[in-house]
């Protein structure tokens, strides 16, 4: 008996063991976070508008509500291809580099007749710009392997200029955006900044009327 009760013994502490381990524990913590929503021209990563467009106001402006942007290319006719080499800049004001891996358009109204390049020299056509890299054309995704088509360099977190200091990107009251008309041009990998070409190439067959869509950038970026 006094062996069998040793035996018992043992069997009960191995399942309380077991018990123990298999258990399962809660707790709760509590963490406040914060974030600001800026207006796109002071973010992150913000547009610059360069380019005027047809009407004299920048290609790149905020809509009504002050809080996205859009671009207006202004007033075309069937067989034209007009070509804004400095559409806007891409400016990253992180304190690490972002790369850009991809650009897609989707239409809303009417045909994509959209060509976009990435680009250094604002003064150049991407086709005679040695730094450019063609992104999309007309409906077809140039850069469908999503890989890095161009990296911006740190940032230093202050919207009023790109470049580092070296670059003021002031404030455009009637587009509401942020601007430069300076020319420097920006050198991959390096640079804070670069430049987007877009040629709107309309055929004879276009229709008449309003075109829309949406123009859609990928960024990639290494924190650790």
């Given at each position: 008996m006094t062996g069998m009760r040793k035996k018992l013994l043992l069997i009960t502490v191995a399942m309380v063991a077991v018990s123990a381990v298999v258990a399962t524990q809660y707790a709760r913590a509590t963490l406040n976070y914060t974030y600001n929503i800026n207006h796109p021209s002071n973010g992150?990563?913000?547009?610059?508008?360069?380019d005027n467009a047809t009407d004299g106001i920048r290609v790149l402006r905020a809509d009504a509500t002050n809080v996205t942007l859009q671009l207006d290319f202004g007033e075309m006719t069937v067989g034209i291809n007009k070509t804004y080499t400095a559409a806007f800049a891409i400016v990253n004001e992180e304190n690490f580099s972002v790369n850009i891996t991809d650009i897609e358009v989707?239409?809303?109204?009417?045909?994509?007749?959209?060509?976009?390049w990435l680009h250094g020299d604002p003064t150049l056509k991407a086709e005679n710009d040695?730094?450019?890299?063609?992104?999309?054309?007309?409906?077809?995704?140039?850069?469908a392997g999503d890989g890095t088509a161009?990296?911006?360099?740190?940032?230093?977190?202050?919207?009023?200029n790109m470049d580092g200091t070296n670059i003021?990107?002031?404030?455009?009251?009637?587009?509401?955006?942020?601007?430069?008309?300076?020319?420097?041009?920006?050198?991959?990998?390096?640079?804070?900044?670069?430049?987007?070409?877009?040629?709107?190439?309309?055929p004879n067959s276009a229709s008449t009327g309003q075109y829309t869509g949406t123009i859609t950038f990928d960024f990639e970026a290494t924190t650790h």
């Open positions: 992150f990563i913000r547009f610059v508008g360069g989707t239409t809303t109204s009417g045909a994509d007749y959209l060509q976009i040695a730094s450019s890299v063609f992104m999309w054309n007309k409906g077809t995704d140039v850069t161009w990296v911006l360099g740190a940032g230093n977190s202050d919207p009023s003021a990107t002031g404030w455009d009251t009637t587009a509401q955006v942020r601007y430069t008309e300076n020319t420097t041009v920006a050198i991959n990998s390096t640079d804070d900044y670069v430049w987007v070409q877009i040629s709107i190439d309309v």
